[in-house]
């Protein structure tokens, strides 16, 4: 029963990270009909800028944080708003979809290039030491994740429920032409929600870092269960990531433990095949119109 | 006399140009380097490189092998195994006498029959079981395989350790799985098997799984056979988890690039490893000093086997006394070579009928983020003789 | 007629002219580059053509493969196991192909990924069929009794018959009613409902054939490269694939040739830059995209329509897509 509950918390730690990964891949969605398979890069990317500005430089924590968010931001929310995605996005889904794919390789081979092939070390954020609860033993990384990710969950929901600017985003992802109508300048929303996704990414990086550690190629399988998240959860609801992040990581880790690790990789796609035959809004998503 | 004295001066600038030109011109002989460059080899790739050039570097400064120096080139092969193909197609093109490369076993195992069916004699840093059991005879491995390997390893583990209950946690790909048959062949020869036999996957992040059934099964050790960043992942964890098994792996779990990201949390760990930068042997430090000086990075295991293929090669050249190819592979097989003989090979080896090596090896203990070496195993079987090549 | 003809026959005596003075390297990149085309050619009919969106080409493809390896390991003849790879391959496309039907765009790239990683994932497990991780080598060429396909060059003929059998059925595919309701699905799918289209059989057609060619493009780069291991078929390879249709031109008949050629020439060509390629090639799909987006081919219709209205002022009829 102990390691029920020992591997469960590890799942949900891990889930919270997949969480905070989708999310921001739903948002994208939503608003601009932005496959992203960039994702998980958009994580590696801040991941290094911490490396540079918290390992390297010295930064104090939060100026590091701070830092990488507004790089994050300009670099991928901006640069690639602007850059990218206004021009390819009236030629319709294929064309963004593919330039996010060179996109995600230029950025994963760039990185290996010019900075290091190598993994870098990054140091604990939380506490590492071993707390004992009975046979069960967490430390405060665990606890940490979980609780951070709730936290900048929650405050996105506030934002989008309760502002002014977040309730603009919902009425132009369920309907463009309406929002445009009803005088909601789509385009710069368009930019904020990518630079809300940079900086959700960002603050996603500062909490694999030390789990992951910082290589240039964590984002493949990161972008890859955020997917997973996004679909099986629902993608047109930031719960539904929330949701989709926890079950992938609780599925994940159960299944290799208790069934088999040789197929630890099919065990969350076969959940997803069957949310797409069944159910292919998600589970707690909305179905969506044919936009 | 008037036609001996065009004759005569001719002569005497004949004469003058022997006494004042250079030696004559040196032959060259290429020896292409076919590495990952790029793609999810591009470390172990860079330093079999940087390797090979120092080695090449080292012995053209010293006059080069029988009169020639040695010309090397860099092809990567995007750790691909089609384009590895590709890549040594073009480069046995050049009619090379030798091909440093590749280093990843699912490359080599497809390019190889190539370079044999050009007569092309290739050195790689592959370390699979595969390779070997094709039977092709154009193939030298630097290191040992799987076999030698774990055969040292679990020795080792049972006779000095006195290993009870042992955990095998393994990444699932050839590379594991090939460490994986035969860890556990050895330990079914004495006897035993692992209490827990759990497989991992390249890229994973988390291993509560492994972890927690690793304590379940009350081991008291646990062989960690990862790649490098998963084995830092692995100690990580199981540091926080406050595990109290005892980890021991075969050169993976203590490299360098496990030890730089794993920090701290690798310290105590201990391994059986063939080649480490921390050996107590003077040619390997003497070679760990040249190379950071030039690359400004240690070397790992890959770059040892780089130097040291060069080198097998110089001494077999040596030993045939010409620049034969056929005669070069037949002399690298079943024949022992010294360092005192070629001090570039670093340690005495042993080259076997099937190409691959016996040597000495170390066990090491990570301490405060380095390997030390606390004992040197000798070679597996032996005695050898040095057999003469000409 | 011939003068749209001109260009496939020059490639097509291009093809059996080269290898006589080509080098065993360049011969074997041609001969990957014709084994990419037929699998180019099978994604742009699902993809190009009949818009579904599918990323587990490469899982295709790995029947074909270790069909062909696993059966010549027991001495069945090369193109008995191709029939073989081709069929399963055609079967499991007809399977994806349900799915397509209730979803889109999106969705339909997941299950399509999924599919593609537990087939990975059963090839590499699946130790005592496929040989797992340590893959199949030695994977045996055809053979007709005393002649065999062994030699590079006889085993290049033998990859270009079947590539142009490959692009005769593919063309004469597109050209059938078959294409027509391909096309009449990418385009809407409600209007070709409306008119008529049986959306259900085109759309399970689209994913097989497609899947069928890429089963006989395995089939030929198994013996091609002589091993094969599950790491061959993984999702890379998929987008690898999708690349080259995307960069080829989605939906033209040329496109996957273009794609492929410049797919599998392209690092050949920039291996100078040692390791700066994969960068310079990311880039290009990106550039490509932003402004290219009709793909490589809207390059080679610019060269022709140019030489065309310098050959001739007389209007051009519109040639058969």
């Known amino acids: 029963m102990g390691d029920f509950v020992q591997l469960t918390i590890a799942g949900v730690s891990i889930g919270a990270i997949y969480a905070m990964t989708a999310i921001g891949f739903v948002l994208l969605w939503q608003t601009s009909n932005t496959i992203n398979f960039a994702q998980g890069e958009f994580v590696v990317l801040p991941a290094f800028a911490m490396v540079l500005f918290f390992v390297i430089l010295r930064f104090p924590f939060v100026a590091a944080v701070l830092a990488t968010v507004i790089v994050s931001t300009l670099l991928l929310g901006i640069g690639v708003k602007e850059l990218l995605v206004t021009r390819l996005l009236k030629m319709g889904v294929l064309p963004l979809v593919i330039a996010t794919i060179g996109l995600s390789l230029l950025i994963r081979y760039s990185l290996q290039q010019f900075w290091t092939p190598l993994a870098l070390p990054f140091p604990a954020i939380f506490s590492r030491e071993p707390i004992r609860l009975g046979t069960v033993i967490v430390s405060l990384e665990e606890i940490g994740n979980i609780l951070f990710a709730a936290v900048v969950i929650g405050a996105l929901q506030l934002f989008i429920t309760r502002t002014k600017l977040g309730r603009a985003m919902q009425a132009v992802a369920q309907n463009r032409a309406l929002a445009s109508v009803l005088g909601i300048n789509v385009g710069r929303l368009v930019t904020i929600t990518f630079m809300l996704n940079a900086a959700l990414t960002a603050l996603a990086a500062i909490l694999i870092a030390p789990v992951y550690l910082v290589k240039y190629d964590i984002g493949v399988s990161l972008g890859l269960k955020a997917f997973y998240a996004a679909i099986i959860g629902g993608f047109n609801q930031i719960r539904g990531a929330l949701l989709g992040g926890l079950l992938v990581g609780v599925v994940e880790t159960l299944s290799a433990a208790y069934i088999s690790s040789h197929f630890r990789d099919a065990f969350a796609l076969v959940i997803l095949i069957a949310v797409l035959l069944l159910k292919p809004e998600g589970i707690w998503g909305v179905k969506e119109e044919w936009a | ?390 | 007629m011939a003068r749209g003809r001109w260009p496939l026959v020059a490639v097509l005596a291009l093809g059996l002219l080269l290898p006589l003075v080509l080098d065993q390297y360049k011969l074997y990149v041609l001969s990957l580059t014709l084994v990419y085309v037929i699998l180019a050619i099978g994604l742009n009919l699902t993809l190009g053509y009949a818009g579904q969106i599918s990323l587990c080409h490469a899982a295709f493809m790995a029947f074909g493969s270790y069909a062909v390896a696993i059966l010549g390991q027991h001495g069945v003849p090369f193109e008995a196991g191709l029939a073989l790879g081709v069929v399963l391959a055609f079967g499991w496309g007809l399977v994806l192909g349900f799915p397509a039907l209730q979803v889109k765009h999106h969705y339909l790239a997941m299950v399509t990924l999924g599919f593609n990683i537990i087939v990975f994932l059963v090839l590499r497990n699946w130790e005592s069929l496929t040989g797992g991780s340590f893959g199949i080598s030695s994977v045996a060429r055809p053979a007709w009794g005393p002649f065999s396909f062994k030699s590079d060059r006889a085993f290049y003929y033998y990859i270009l018959a079947w590539a142009a059998i490959v692009v005769a059925s593919a063309y004469w595919i597109l050209h059938s009613r078959w294409g027509r309701a391909f096309r009449a699905i990418r385009e809407n799918e409600m209007r070709a409902e409306v008119v008529g289209v049986s959306l259900r059989n085109y759309k399970l057609m689209a994913f097989a054939i497609g899947a069928a060619y890429a089963g006989t493009g395995g089939a030929l780069f198994a013996p091609l490269l002589g091993y094969i291991d599950p790491g061959a078929f993984t999702l890379d390879r998929s987008i690898q694939f999708l690349m080259m249709v995307v960069l080829g031109g989605l939906g033209r008949f040329e496109g996957p040739l273009i794609g492929a050629l410049v797919v599998t020439v392209l690092p050949e060509v920039l291996r100078g830059s040692e390791g700066l390629y994969l960068i310079i090639y990311a880039l290009s799909v990106i550039l490509m995209m932003l402004f290219m987006p009709k793909g490589l081919v809207g390059l080679w219709d610019l060269v022709w329509r140019f030489s065309k209205s310098a050959t001739s002022p007389s209007t051009s009829s519109a040639s058969p897509r």
């Open chain 2, 1 to 390: 006399m008037r036609s001996a004295r065009p004759k005569l001066s001719l002569l005497a600038a004949l004469l003058v140009l022997a006494a004042v030109s250079p030696a004559s011109p040196q032959g060259v002989t290429k020896l292409p380097i076919v590495a990952e460059i790029t793609g999810g080899g591009a470390s172990v790739g860079a330093m079999w490189r940087d390797a090979v050039n120092l080695a090449v570097e080292d012995i053209n400064k010293k006059g080069g092998v029988l009169g020639m120096k040695l010309e090397t080139s860099v092809q990567d092969t995007q750790t691909d195994p089609p384009t590895s193909v590709a890549v040594m197609r073009r480069v046995l093109n050049d009619k090379p006498f030798a091909v440093f490369g590749t280093v990843y076993s699912s490359s080599t195992v497809a390019n190889m029959d190539i370079a044999k069916q050009a007569g092309v004699p290739q050195f790689t840093g592959s370390e699979s079981i595969i390779i070997t059991q094709k039977g092709n005879d154009n193939i030298f491995l630097t290191s040992f395989t799987q076999d030698t390997g774990m055969a040292k390893m679990v020795r080792w583990l049972l006779d000095d350790l006195k290993a009870e209950k042992i955990a095998l946690v393994w990444v699932n790909n050839a590379f594991g799985k090939g460490g994986h048959d035969m860890f556990v062949h050895f330990l079914k020869e004495r006897g035993k098997a692992p209490v827990v036999d759990i497989s991992t996957e390249v890229q994973q992040a988390d291993f509560t799984p492994e972890l927690t059934k690793v304590r379940a099964s009350g081991a008291t050790h646990v062989m960690v056979y990862n790649h490098e960043e998963e084995n830092a992942r692995f100690m990580i964890q199981l540091r926080k988890m406050a595990l109290t098994v005892s980890p021991v792996g075969e050169t993976t779990l203590c490299a360098q690039t496990t030890l730089t990201p794993g920090g701290a949390a690798v310290d105590g760990s201990r391994c059986h490893v063939g080649l480490t930068a921390g050996a107590p042997v003077p040619l390997m430090v003497d070679m760990n000093r040249r190379f950071q000086e030039k690359y400004n990075r240690v070397p790992d295991h890959n770059a040892f086997k780089g130097y040291i293929g060069v080198h097998m090669l110089k001494a077999a050249v040596q030993r045939v006394g010409s620049w034969d190819q056929a005669k070069v592979k037949a002399c690298l097989h079943n024949n022992l070579f010294t360092t005192n003989e070629e001090a570039g090979l670093l340690m005495d080896l042993y080259v076997n009928e099937k190409g691959s090596l016996d040597r000495p090896s170390f066990i090491v203990e990570v301490k405060d983020g380095k390997s030390v070496v606390v004992k040197t195993v000798g070679m597996l079987g032996g005695p050898y003789n040095v057999r003469p090549c000409k």
